[in-house]
């Protein structure tokens, strides 16, 4: 049998070269600032139940229709891999007993998702987000601090962004709305796509979401959630836009965003960008206070956002990201444990990389363009004697020789 070369499946990438370096860059500093806001690390399997999805996700939503990697295991189980990390958070909240031992929680996580669906810019059949939820606390200062948070990771890349805003109302109140906008759609349903008509069916809001351009057109008549809310819900809604004033954020009402999944109430949001096309959504969130109950828990609120990765890197792509490397070598055998001996010191702060071959001035600076070293450090035999060590920092052409314990 010939060789053959294996390529990677369509959709699913590797994650190398300046593609790892801007990976890493925003993983640390959305860390940090999610850990600045009192969230912790957790994580969860990238295999679930597929009984999971579709009970939290919701069986009218297309991730579950047509997008989940679905099948049957060796021992005959029903698993899928996880095609977004909510779920998956909610539900070792709830194997923990979290829900029972009362208080309040919040993680951050970031992970692998995977959809089987078209590959297009931003968004692949294996794609990565960073996501952040938050359990316990019943108070529309919640959604504003998670929205504040999101807002400050973009802000930290640079990346512009136009933020809508929703209230998907509760229990009381999207009753009555949805079986209003049931009659509205069930006129028109015969000019309304496939989709539309079984959604109709199954979840009638997630109609106002359809991205045929004629639905649309025909849905703008249709009645909006934020003019039927009940009076609780509006006043929620009235106080989170009075704290997002009071903090310049600014934001537009969208009365038809909805999310793509069934879990929301209340507060909805979404960060878009048109600077990577028609797939405009670079995060999203809201709040889900009845999804611990759907999986099995005792009723406890919750909110949270995810961050398409891929889709940042896109835009943080464009953005000048300088980190400092400092490349040492050696211009004799003799400086070789010195150079070791520095690498240690610099590399509790700062990215360096060591040439263990001796060589000259001039191949040094060379190999150190291949590495992207902005800083040059050698020492030969002179700068031994001297216990001194040459810098040439490369984007700014200064040349030093310093002692080596000022280095």
């Given amino acids: 049998m010939g060789k053959q070369n294996i390529q990677s499946l369509r959709g699913m990438n590797d994650i190398l070269g300046k593609e790892s370096e801007l990976f890493t860059y925003f993983i640390e500093n959305a860390s940090r600032i999610a850990k600045n806001y009192g969230f912790t690390y957790m994580e969860t399997p990238i295999l679930e139940e597929t009984a999971l999805f579709k009970r939290s996700v919701g069986e009218s939503s297309d991730i579950v229709n047509k997008e989940m990697y679905q099948f049957i295991d060796k021992g005959e189980n029903d698993v899928c891999l996880r095609p977004e990390g909510t779920a998956g958070v909610v539900r070792s909240f709830v194997e923990n007993k979290f829900d029972r031992a009362g208080?309040?929680?919040?993680?951050?996580?970031?992970?692998?998702?995977?959809?089987?669906?078209?590959?297009?810019?931003?968004?692949?059949?294996?794609?990565?987000?960073?996501?952040c939820e938050v359990f316990g606390i019943d108070s529309v200062y919640e959604d504003a601090n998670i929205i504040m948070m999101l807002k400050e990771i973009l802000d930290f890349f640079g990346i512009g962004f136009t933020l809508q805003l929703n209230s998907l109302g509760c229990p009381i109140c999207m009753p009555p709305y949805k079986e209003n906008l049931v009659k509205v759609l069930t006129n028109i349903k015969a000019e309304l796509c496939e989709d539309c008509n079984r959604r109709i069916e199954t979840n009638p809001i997630r109609v106002l979401d359809c991205k045929n351009e004629k639905c649309q057109s025909l849905l703008v008549d249709a009645p909006k959630i934020t003019d039927n809310l009940c009076e609780k819900c509006n006043s929620d809604f009235e106080k989170l836009k009075e704290i997002l004033d009071f903090n310049n954020i600014n934001y537009v009402i969208d009365s038809n965003l909805v999310r793509g999944l069934d879990y929301y109430s209340q507060t909805a949001f979404e960060f878009t960008s048109n600077e990577i096309g028609a797939q405009s959504a670079i995060a999203g969130g809201g709040r889900y206070d009845r999804l611990v109950e759907f999986l099995g828990g005792r009723a406890t609120p919750g909110i949270g956002f995810a961050i398409g990765i891929e889709r940042l890197l896109e835009l943080i792509k464009q953005k000048d990201i300088k980190e400092d490397t400092i490349y040492l070598g050696a211009m004799s055998e003799d400086a070789l444990n010195t150079i070791t001996k520095v690498a240690l010191k610099k590399r509790k702060t700062t990215k360096t990389i060591i040439e263990y071959t001796p060589r000259s001035f001039g191949k040094h600076f060379?190999?150190?363009?291949?590495?992207?070293?902005?800083?040059?450090?050698?020492?030969?035999?002179?700068?031994?004697?001297?216990?001194?060590?040459?810098?040439?920092?490369?984007?700014?052409?200064?040349?030093?020789?310093?002692?080596?314990e000022d280095f």
Avoid: S
């Fill in 103 to 131: 208080g309040t929680y919040k993680w951050y996580y970031y992970g692998p998702m995977f959809r089987y669906e078209r590959p297009q810019k931003g968004r692949l059949r294996e794609f990565h987000q960073f996501g």
């Fill in 366 to 404: 060379k190999i150190a363009e291949k590495h992207c070293a902005n800083i040059v450090a050698l020492i030969g035999e002179t700068e031994l004697k001297n216990e001194t060590i040459y810098i040439k920092n490369i984007d700014t052409q200064e040349e030093q020789n310093l002692k080596l």
